[in-house]
């Protein structure tokens, strides 16, 4: 599956997802994060309800993962099957996060 994490220009922390003017984009197998490359989605400064630009570059992504998203934005991704993961912190933490909660919720249940 593709991850897409919504990044701030210099790519260490992630961003709010309508003002994010990158998006990272990653191969999960569900063992294993690959980086797959750096997408550009330039926002005009203090222009407002801009998440329609960050919808196009990340399309094919599966899961996107944030710091915030707006109220139109997360309903709108969820109804186009994407999976909104809301999280603070460097893109490494994000990730790794992402991850142990994944493997967790998809490990069999032993009784």
């Not at 990158?22 to 407002?48: A, C, Q, V």
């Amino acid at each position: 599956m593709k991850v897409a994490v919504a990044t701030t220009d210099n790519e260490k922390y992630a961003e709010h997802f309508g003002k994010a003017q990158k998006f990272l984009i990653y191969e999960f197998d569900g063992e294993h994060m690959e980086f797959i490359e750096t997408r550009e989605s330039p926002k005009e400064t203090g222009e407002k309800h801009q998440w329609g630009k960050s919808v196009k570059v990340i399309m094919d992504s599966d899961v996107i993962i944030c710091v915030q998203i707006g109220i139109n934005a997360k309903p709108g991704l969820k109804k186009m099957g994407k999976i909104v993961v809301e999280d603070e912190g460097t893109v490494s933490e994000v990730l790794e996060r992402y991850v142990k909660h994944y493997q967790f919720m998809n490990r069999p249940l032993k009784f």
